[in-house]
């Protein structure tokens, strides 16, 4: 256990609809980061926040946004969903802005759209 | 993703030795990193390489040369559990950019 946890673990959804996947971060760690990966593209960032507030913004889709609470758990919603946007979703957690060692990898979120 | 190449595949045999190579495009980044990844798995971090040359860790090790724009993962007595995919990546504005990736495949 990475101490990074995704939920839910798998998503079944139709084209149109919106999800939410939720991450919470590693306990003491400020900063969430969010990466789409798909079969052909690899591990695309999507958005970076620190603290509660956006930091970095990546290749990230109009329909697609994020959100730090206050708590630090983050949420990044996905809607008007296609087909292609079925891929797996990672988040990532550090302690503070910057990544140094690395980041610390949830274990996913495996979107399926259809 | 990002000017970061890497072999699409490799294939090597069990107890063997294998070298991942890594080519980039940009001079302004912290580091470099390689990571693990399993199907269906989170990466998982193997080394970072900040200055030139070789960091050795185990039976990972890894190379940098910033000059060249090359990196490489060198891996020995390699077992069938190392089969995955293996990604350079680079630490820029304070975040990651991986790379496509390159699925090893352990025959034995």
């Known amino acids: 256990d990475s101490g990074v946890t995704q939920t839910p673990k798998h998503l079944i959804t139709a084209t149109g609809q919106r999800v939410t996947l939720r991450c919470s971060p590693r306990?003491?760690?400020?900063?969430v980061y969010w990466y789409q990966q798909s079969l052909d593209q690899g591990l695309q960032f999507l958005i970076q926040y620190y603290n509660g507030e956006e930091r970095a913004k990546g290749n990230i889709l109009e329909r697609f946004s994020a959100q730090q609470f206050p708590d630090l758990h983050s949420e990044l919603n996905l809607s008007s969903l296609e087909l292609g946007d079925s891929a797996l979703y990672f988040c990532?957690?550090?302690?503070?802005?910057?990544?140094?060692?690395?980041?610390?990898f949830g274990s996913g979120t495996r979107l399926t759209v259809v | 993703g990002q000017n970061i190449d890497q072999p699409t595949e490799m294939t090597a045999t069990e107890g063997a030795i294998v070298q991942i190579n890594c080519t980039y495009q940009t001079s302004g980044f912290n580091g470099l990193f390689w990571y693990q990844q399993h199907a269906g798995e989170a990466p998982t971090f193997l080394s970072y390489n900040v200055l030139d040359g070789l960091e050795e860790k185990g039976r990972f090790s890894s190379f940098l040369s910033r000059s060249k724009g090359y990196s490489y993962l060198l891996l020995k007595e390699l077992q069938m559990k190392d089969s995955a995919s293996y990604l350079c990546?680079?630490?820029?504005?304070?975040?990651?950019?991986f790379g496509k990736g390159t699925r090893l495949h352990i025959l034995p």
């Open positions: 990546a680079l630490n820029r504005d304070d975040k990651i950019i």
């Open positions: 306990s003491g760690d400020l900063s």
């Open positions: 990532a957690s550090t302690t503070g802005g910057q990544v140094g060692y690395g980041y610390t």
